[in-house]
């Protein structure tokens, strides 16, 4: 028996949770440096906005959130003296348990914030891998988020590992360091050693996915994925689009599994559709690696419908965080089209913002808005869809005989039927769309059967 065998396939002994939100809400301060000279897509006031959200994300009791202004990033404090003064006197003032530095801290700079501070300090990277770990539902999920976990604390080791202490104390894990071996030694090899397994796990359930993957191909199925930056309606439009009912709610971050339903679009043509997780700005490299088993339905994808809140004031600077996250997954638009997706435009009239402000970000086939709330939109959506998908698609007039039930099966499965006669006493005649991938095996299929095609 491996003694990380348990039932539901979680590996016991996982990290703590940052911050212990056992009981009332955590009372916690937002930091959000304003670097003189750092461009950024957004705004001052989207950023801290955003952040604030995240904090939200796991229902942090904020007590204040403050904008620093930093001249030059100091290397042992990330913010200057006069600052970090100021925000010591104000963490104890309002009784601030926690820090949120919406950055990336080193380990020296987070240690001696907190030193000056007595406040628990994290940076953005901790926070987000907060939110993940709580969100996380599935198996997979679960062992995603303990690897980016593990990689962001094997550089961090130079606090205790409270946990792994636990466990050593009570004996039998096989984790007791040999003699003579220091304590942080020990945590690292400890931490490396659970990374090869997570690894190893993940593998498994990777390959299992290509094999559902390659079945759908096989089934000549196209997929379809959303994505999107997060809270852009992803989830809201995937169930408008499936019905089905997949979490969605005000709150960032709310999917962080893959979900994947096939759906059928108007002229019956079947395709899967999957809805997973969101983006953010400065997405933890290491997440997106730990991701990349579930995002590889985006890879593999036929068609990307890239979902924006084009209510959102911040929508322009959210669409290139996407389009990066993209690009670090090896998707390129010219490899896979792109749709966008313009969502909540019942919102619009509210916050004052037109479409017309709006432009495509990068290369993309066309930009529909929709509401995924009210359903405006969505049956174009779905035409575009089916247009699309048929663009390098071929049309073709096939005769079918009575006696060939299967191949009628066979055009619904992997062709589009456009339309078809009235059957009379030869059989029927069906006008069919068939694109490249499934050309040769029509041909093959229908050979001598073939009238006309637009060839
Ligand atoms: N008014 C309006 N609200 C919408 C629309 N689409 C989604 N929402 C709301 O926006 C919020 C986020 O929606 P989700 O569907 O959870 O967003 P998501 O992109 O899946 O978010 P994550 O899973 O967190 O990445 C929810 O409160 C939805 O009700 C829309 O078309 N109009
Ligand atoms: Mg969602």
Not at 54 to 83: C, N, Q, W
Not at 113 to 129: M, Q
Not at 193 to 222: C, G, M, S, W, Y
Not at 313 to 327: I, K, R
Request: glycine fraction near 8%.
């Amino acid at each position: 028996m491996s003694e990380f065998d348990d039932e539901d396939g979680r590996l016991p002994g996982g990290p703590k949770p940052f911050i212990d939100r056992q009981e009332k809400p955590t009372r916690t301060g937002l930091i959000c440096p304003d670097v003189r000279g750092k461009s950024s897509y957004h705004s001052l006031e989207a950023r801290q906005a955003e952040f604030e959200g995240l904090a939200e994300a796991i229902r942090l009791d904020i007590a204040f959130s403050d904008v620093v202004k930093v001249r030059d990033i100091r290397p042992a404090t990330y913010i200057g003296a006069g600052h970090v003064e100021t925000i010591a006197e104000r963490v104890k003032a309002e009784e601030v348990e926690l820090l949120l530095v919406d950055t990336a801290l080193s380990p020296i700079q987070q240690r001696n914030l907190e030193r000056e501070t007595g406040a628990k300090v994290l940076d953005r990277t901790a926070l987000i891998l907060e939110i993940f770990g709580e969100r996380a539902a599935t198996r997979e999920g679960v062992l995603q988020v303990e690897l980016a976990h593990l990689n962001y604390q094997k550089g961090r080791l130079v606090r205790s590992w409270t946990h792994l202490e636990r466990q050593r104390g009570s004996g039998g894990m096989g984790f007791m360091g040999g003699p003579g071996e220091t304590q942080i030694e020990s945590d690292r090899r400890q931490i490396t050693e659970r990374i090869v397994l997570l690894e190893d796990r993940l593998d498994k359930v990777k390959k299992t996915r290509a094999q559902q993957r390659q079945q759908r191909t096989r089934a000549a199925i196209p997929v379809v994925a959303l994505v999107g930056y997060t809270n852009a309606g992803k989830s809201t439009l995937f169930n408008r689009l499936t019905g089905a009912g997949v979490f969605a709610e005000d709150l960032l971050f709310a999917t962080l599994d893959t979900t994947i339903r096939k759906i059928e679009l108007p002229h019956g043509r079947e395709v899967m559709l999957s809805d997973t997780v969101g983006f953010v700005a400065d997405l933890p490299h290491d997440l997106v690696a730990a991701f990349r088993a579930t995002l590889e339905e985006v890879v593999d994808a036929d068609i990307i419908l890239h979902v924006r809140d084009i209510a959102n004031p911040d929508h322009a600077g959210q669409a290139q965080d996407v389009l990066t996250v993209l690009d670090e997954l090896g998707v390129s638009s010219e490899k896979t089209p792109v749709i966008e997706v313009w969502n909540k435009v019942d919102l619009l009239s509210e916050t004052g913002l037109v479409l017309g402000s709006a432009a495509p970000a990068g290369k993309v086939l066309a930009s529909v808005p929709v509401s995924a709330h009210t359903g405006q939109g969505i049956e174009d959506l779905k035409d575009l869809i089916e247009r699309s998908l048929g663009e390098q698609a071929r049309t073709y007039h096939v005769h079918v005989p009575h006696s060939a039930g299967s191949d009628i099966g066979w055009l619904h499965s992997h062709a589009e039927v456009v339309s078809r006669d009235e059957p009379n006493e030869r059989g029927q005649d069906y006008v069919v769309r068939v694109d490249p991938r499934h050309r040769t095996a029509f041909l093959e299929r229908f050979n001598g059967r073939i009238a006309t095609s637009d060839l």
